[in-house]
């Protein structure tokens, strides 16, 4: 059983910052890629930031110079630093990690954290 816990979410100020930080665990034996979702009230789901086991980022243009997503293989954990925050990015924010597991890769999602970006 594979569980990915979210945490660092809250409100912040416009121009503000937060961090969110996800962590995989249970029986897994490797991690591919590793990516930060949002989804808004009223829109559909969208990729924030992913980044592969061989380093590779993919970045929203909507994010790309304000959000920085990282990964510890170690700890089985992907953070998702966000600077200068805008209103527009008020979402719940979701963590999808694809999981090897028996040989097999599974895609895995963790419950969702809130960000609110407000004055």
């Known amino acids: 059983q594979v569980q990915l816990v979210e945490s660092g979410g809250g409100l912040v100020q416009p121009g503000g910052s937060l961090r969110l930080s996800c962590a995989a665990s249970?029986?897994?034996?490797?991690?591919?890629?590793m990516g930060w979702y949002r989804q808004a009230p009223g829109k559909q789901r969208e990729l924030v930031a992913a980044?592969?086991?061989?380093?590779?980022?993919n970045y929203s243009g909507l994010v790309k110079g304000r959000f920085t997503i990282s990964r510890d293989n170690a700890k089985n954990t992907v953070d998702l630093q966000m600077n200068s925050l805008k209103p527009e990015d008020t979402a719940d924010y979701y963590c999808?990690?694809?999981?090897?597991?028996?040989?097999?890769?599974?895609?895995?999602w963790g419950q969702g954290t809130q960000v609110t970006v407000s004055s």
């Open positions: 999808n990690q694809k999981i090897v597991i028996g040989g097999h890769e599974y895609s895995y």
């Open positions: 249970g029986s897994i034996f490797s991690i591919n890629a």
């Open positions: 980044l592969t086991s061989g380093g590779r980022t």
